[in-house]
């Protein structure tokens, strides 16, 4: 039997990135950029104006103060968008607004809000306070310079990362292929949702769970069909749904009883099965192999071992596809607010739910069948064998999204 640590690495180490294509920022989004992205421009390109009001010489503003106003006469406006032509003299200011390109020669810029209109006069202005240079300008490249890195290779493209690269004018990213993965349930007594239910049968639940979790992974999932408890059926399925995807997870058939071929199918098609068996609950019956450069997951039947199983060994293996720097995933800070215990000699991978103020407690029933505690859990904590962790304790926990 592997530990979670062992069975990780050894499935990892066989991974070969897919190949890499070029995405439009538009469908870039839960992408891995594969090679070092560059700001095209310095950000912000020019320096410009924070706020709507009056460009000025710091220096004119020095004896300001609400007894002796400076007056400085308008010379003319700066909208967005343009490049104000003429440079404050001594003595001037510039009407400008937010994102405006600072004029030549102004280094600070008066809020509206602060300055007083000469009612007879409306071509001056009055300042009623000093401005320390550079109040309220946004300097050219303080964001970033032109040509540093603002996407290193293996990360992510999130929503802001994705404005970022927009700003730094860039249009497309290289990134790997999105894995295809195929999914497939195994057993006699597994019925579509949606159709009638026979004594002794149940309805099919992980590949609608799994799928979820394979897109979150950046994967692109394909639902197989049912596949029953026969070796000839097994293995035309595995060929077939290994053909057509980059990774193949199958659910349940994969444990010691009379009736679990997956194994034998998997091997009986020529696979080379790496390894079986983690030392973690749920979870146990768990197989890795591999069929020409194709990935297979077999992942155990009952609904909450198949998803942990596949947060915990199947998608760090999804993400190193993709070239991803960060394959286990993020981690969150919780607070136990009961006592967690596992008394088994296996780590558990326990189902907690979070509230409001980051506290953790057992979402109830951690049998790998049941599923209320799993649709209530917020994720997984990691609770080694015979160990009680005490209220109050900070854990790690695994969200499920
Ligand atoms: P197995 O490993 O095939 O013996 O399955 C273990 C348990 O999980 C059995 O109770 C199965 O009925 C159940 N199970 C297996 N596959 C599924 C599935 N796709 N959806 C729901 N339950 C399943
Ligand atoms: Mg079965």
New binding site residues.
Partial sequence: MHSVEQARERILASIAPLPVETVGLAGAFGRFVAQPVRSTVDLPPADNSAMDGYAVRSQDLTPASAETPVVLRIIGVAPAGLVFDKTLEQGTCVRIFTGSILPRGADAVIMQEDVKHDDRDTSQILFIDKAPPWENCRLRGEDVKSGAVIAAAGEKLTAPRLSYLAAAGILSVRAARPPVVGLL???N??REPGTPLPPGA??????AGLAALARQAGAIPRIYP?IP?DLAATKSALERALTECDAVIT?????V?Q??WVKAAFTGIGGQLDLWKVAMRPGK?FAYGRWKEKLFFGL????A??LVTFIILTRPALLRMQGARDVLGPTMCAMLSEPLANPGGRRHFMRVTLDARGGARSAGNQS??ILSSLAQSAGLVDVPPQTTMAAGTIVQLIPWD
Avoid: K, Q, W
């Fill in positions: 349930a195994t057993g007594e597994l149940i309805y099919e639940s992980n590949r049912l408890d659910t349940g058939g994969v444990s009883g009736m679990d019956p155990p039947g009952n609904p071992s198949a790998s069948h």
